[in-house]
């Protein structure tokens, strides 16, 4: 079954560093999604994105977040200048459509922030 | 904006005792999915309900959409240490929104 692959799984940054996450969507899905988990809380939508733009993003997308598709398989999200508070799970996910089909998520990349 | 409550956010049970998570939204929602994530893993789809007073059935898993597609629930029957993990409910809004509401999800703790 096709998966989404994120790397790195693991990422350590030092506070006001710019970090890039990775992530291979599902090939023939349409929408795009970052979401953050801190440690042992819910599930926190960041961004979506379709048809080469940021179709949403929640309030937590600030000027701080960006996301491109530089290639037909690759989808990131930058964080510039990061700060401690955003040590998480960060999860990219694919949909073949919006909110009526179902996400599915890659296995995560944890980002500590020191 | 629109919130999903989930409760309870813990629960112990015996192997062999049922479970049951609730989830409500502050508004009416277009369809709502549940998702399971085992510890240190990532949210995987269940299952989604769209039609007002829906039920389905996974084997022992019985999922229920309310009246008014506003609350929803998850029951488990007999667990088994399999089903230990946090169940999350997440709500789609529709109306052109992209992104689905997660709730806080229940941690389902199993003890043999």
């Known amino acids: 079954e096709p998966e989404v692959t994120q790397t790195p799984s693991h990422q350590v940054t030092q506070m006001g560093q710019e970090v890039i996450l990775r992530c291979v969507p599902i090939?023939?899905?349409?929408?795009f999604y970052w979401y953050r988990q801190i440690l042992g809380q819910k599930v926190e939508f960041l961004v979506s994105?379709?048809?080469?733009?940021?179709?949403?993003k929640s309030e937590i997308f600030d000027d701080q977040f960006s996301v491109e598709r530089p290639d037909g398989s690759n989808f990131t999200l930058k964080i510039r200048s990061t700060k401690l508070e955003d040590s998480a799970m960060y999860f990219c996910a694919s949909s073949q459509d919006r909110g009526d089909s179902p996400l599915h998520f890659g296995n995560g990349t944890r980002l500590t922030v020191t | 904006g629109q919130q999903v409550m989930q409760i309870p956010q813990y629960q112990h049970v015996q192997e062999g005792e049922d479970f049951t998570t609730y989830c409500n939204s502050s508004t009416t929602l277009s369809n709502i999915q549940w998702y399971k994530q085992r510890p240190g893993g990532h949210p995987v789809f269940l299952i989604q309900?769209?039609?007002?007073?829906e039920v389905k059935k996974q084997k022992r898993l019985t999922f229920q959409f309310g009246e008014a597609k506003k609350n929803s629930s998850l029951h488990i029957t007999a667990t088994q240490t399999t089903d230990v993990g946090t169940y999350f409910c997440?709500?789609?809004?529709?109306?052109?929104?992209?992104?689905?509401?997660f709730g806080k999800g229940t941690h389902l703790i199993i003890q043999p």
């Open positions: 309900l769209v039609k007002s007073g």
């Open positions: 090939s023939n899905h349409l929408y």
């Open positions: 997440a709500g789609y809004s529709g109306g052109g929104a992209d992104g689905l509401t």
């Open positions: 994105f379709y048809n080469n733009e940021i179709s949403e």
